[in-house]
């Protein structure tokens, strides 16, 4: 079967920097993406990956490694606002999108 | 604000009521989705429409009806619910499929209850 795996929760500190996680294992690989989703709102749009590395947008860096099934989010300089869940997808062979359960992050003061 | 928009928010229904959900979009894109989000499981793709057509149906139980009359609207008719029907609806529109990157935009959601 097809399986995406993010951690459920995670804690960080105000300023801190955290990563969280995304390993895959589905049928063919076209594309990975990444959403956050504050309590109550609609998931909105963070980053795309299609090639293997890193690509950067601000405080958010989205990595991708496609022979180890593995991506990653990293937020730095943590702000409260970055409280949220954190959705990972990947498109399949079949351009199907496979979400993940999602990652809550909780920003501590 | 995301350019779509969904009604009503949050509704309450028995297990013997007709409601329905609406989405709307404003931005122009020609494929449009209902996903379903329960707490701690992955979104679970419900339809999929593309120039109005309906090109998915994920398996989804026959109480869950969908009608999508324009590009810009979409409806999910529901009747005779369970309560483990309860969840976050999303709606969602892209332009184009997902299958080239193309960003989804999603809806706040409607929050349906089933008593």
Redesign the interface.
């Known amino acids: 079967g097809q399986n995406i795996d993010q951690p459920t929760e995670m804690t960080a500190t105000e300023g801190a920097i955290v990563q969280i996680n995304c390993t895959y294992q589905t049928s063919g690989f076209n594309g990975l993406f990444w959403y956050q989703q504050h309590a109550g709102e609609a998931p909105t749009f963070l980053s795309y990956n299609v090639l293997d590395g890193l690509e950067e947008k601000g405080r958010f860096s989205s990595f991708l490694s496609r022979s180890k099934g593995y991506s990653y989010l990293l937020l730095k300089e943590l702000q409260m606002k970055d409280s949220a869940s954190y959705l990972c997808a990947v498109i399949d062979s079949n351009y199907q999108l496979i979400w993940g359960a999602g990652t809550k992050l909780i920003i501590k003061p | 604000e995301?350019g779509?928009t969904q009604t009503p928010r949050h509704l309450v229904m028995g297990m013997t009521n007709k409601k329905s959900l609406k989405c709307e979009q404003h931005l122009g894109h020609n494929a449009m989705y209902w996903y379903k989000q329960s707490a701690?499981?992955?979104?679970e793709?419900m339809f999929v429409y593309n120039f109005k057509e309906q090109t998915e149906n994920n398996s989804v139980p026959s109480r869950f009806s969908p009608e999508c009359p324009n590009s810009s609207h979409l409806f999910l008719h529901l009747h005779t619910l369970q309560p483990e029907d309860s969840a976050l609806y999303?709606c969602a529109s892209t332009t184009g499929?997902?299958?080239s990157?193309n960003?989804?935009?999603?809806?706040?959601?409607s929050w349906l209850t089933v008593v």
């Open positions: 995301t779509v701690k499981k992955p979104l793709l999303l499929g997902v299958d990157g960003t989804i935009y999603f809806g706040e959601g």
